[in-house]
């Protein structure tokens, strides 16, 4: 195979071209959940789909990155794709593709996409990779439900340097006729979503407008619509799920599910390294009595979520453990963390070409506000801190690669 030269290079000709040499197998997909957004696909998703789930339904899912394995992209009817399933539908893609030009992320979806059709399911939930319009997942002409989680500054480089710009990919999910349950906006990214809705005929359900989500008494409060659901509070993490998990209860009730399937969504759903409490991990044995976390986060909205999951916390000293990749907003990601932090220990990402290195990620966390040393890996990082401080809040965080190599020496 001949790789395409660009690593990202956003447009749907190679993904089409492929799909058609192979049958079009997205048209012989069950029905189709499609999510786009900045913030909150991944948990948005991941509720979607334990509460379909709990109401006995089967899912193929498909989300991005990977974290330890790459066999977490592709959930055949709830199971991660086995190795033997995954190299023969790479091995099928690629042979159709021939000495074709295809990016990786392509042709990965083509074959999740290619695996979808070989198993029976109900439902097929698709997370977009980047952006929307021009994604690989965006080959569904007619999926049954659409999803915009959040849209803040991430990827400028390739969706634009506006959250109008960036809004306008994320809305080019939207089809005619399709509804689109819309995540909390600001003003900007709504004005445009609502315009290309308006456009082409998507009916949407708008946060603020047509449902509203909050907690009340220690228990989540949607209302649509249909009326209102008292609900227990998501079992993962953080005020910001609040939001996803409203998203995710209108999702499931359009969808036809009942008040037990929404509660399997709040309470099932699992999404690792997005503020996941690590427990029984071997880095707790480097500090035995320390509070451990892990967050994948690494753009400025993501920096404010974890500034206000930390605030809502217990008191408890915090320190960071922290690495970035060379293409993100550090300063952005670690302003709002500043007030909630002690410390920041930077280290280089393992084996990970982008990663900025500890002492340039040191200098922009102390640009940002942060008292910061550095470590040659988050053991030594971790170590250095249950020395001073035994009994500290730790968050692992700043990058998806970095949480990965995390899980990976679980």
Not at 103 to 113: G, R
Not at 282 to 299: K, R, T, V, Y
Not at 318 to 338: E, F, S, W
């Amino acid at each position: 195979m001949t790789l395409h030269p660009k690593i990202i290079d956003l447009t749907l000709g190679r993904v089409q071209r492929l799909l058609a040499a192979l049958d079009r197998p997205e048209a012989r997909l069950p029905p189709v959940v499609h999510i786009a957004g900045t913030n909150g696909k991944g948990s948005t998703l991941a509720m979607i789909r334990a509460g379909l789930e709990g109401r006995g339904q089967r899912c193929h899912a498909y989300t991005s990155p990977h974290l330890a394995r790459f066999h977490e992209r592709i959930r055949l009817a709830g199971e991660l794709i086995s190795e033997p399933a995954l190299i023969d539908v790479l091995d099928e893609c690629l042979a159709a593709n021939g000495p074709e030009t295809i990016t990786y992320f392509e042709i990965t979806t083509v074959a999740a996409i290619l695996a979808f059709t070989r198993v029976p399911a109900d439902w097929t939930l698709l997370e977009v990779g980047l952006g929307g319009r021009m994604d690989a997942t965006n080959v569904i002409d007619a999926p049954r439900l659409t999803l915009i989680t959040p849209v803040s500054f991430d990827h400028e480089q390739y969706l634009g340097d506006t959250l109008a710009k960036i809004a306008f990919e994320k809305a080019g999910i939207l089809k005619r006729g399709v509804p689109c349950v819309v995540g909390r906006q600001g003003d900007e990214a709504l004005d445009v979503i609502e315009a290309q809705a308006a456009r082409i005929g998507a009916p949407l359900l708008v946060h603020g407008q047509h449902w509203h989500a909050w907690e009340e008494r220690g228990r989540l409060i949607v209302q649509d619509d249909t009326g209102l659901a008292d609900l227990p509070l998501p079992v993962l993490p953080g005020p910001h799920q609040i939001d996803n998990a409203g998203a995710a209860v209108v999702a499931l009730r359009h969808l036809g599910a009942e008040a037990s399937a929404l509660e399997a969504a709040v309470t099932q759903a699992e999404w690792p390294a997005r503020m996941q409490r690590l427990r029984n991990h071997p880095l707790q044995a480097i500090a035995p009595e320390a509070e451990l976390w892990l967050d994948g986060g690494h753009n400025p909205a993501a920096g404010e979520m974890i500034a206000r999951t930390l605030s809502a916390l217990p008191p408890r000293e915090t320190h960071l453990i922290c690495g970035m990749l060379n293409t993100k907003d550090v300063q952005g990601y670690l302003r709002p963390l500043a007030a909630e932090a002690a410390s920041l220990t930077a280290v280089t990402i393992p084996e990970t070409t982008a990663t900025l290195s500890a002492e340039e990620t040191a200098a922009r966390a102390g640009e940002a506000g942060l008292a910061t040393v550095t470590a040659p890996d988050v053991a030594t990082a971790l170590a250095g801190i249950a020395e001073a401080t035994p009994a500290a809040r730790v968050l692992i965080c700043g990058s998806l690669y970095l949480a990965g190599a995390v899980l990976r020496d679980a």
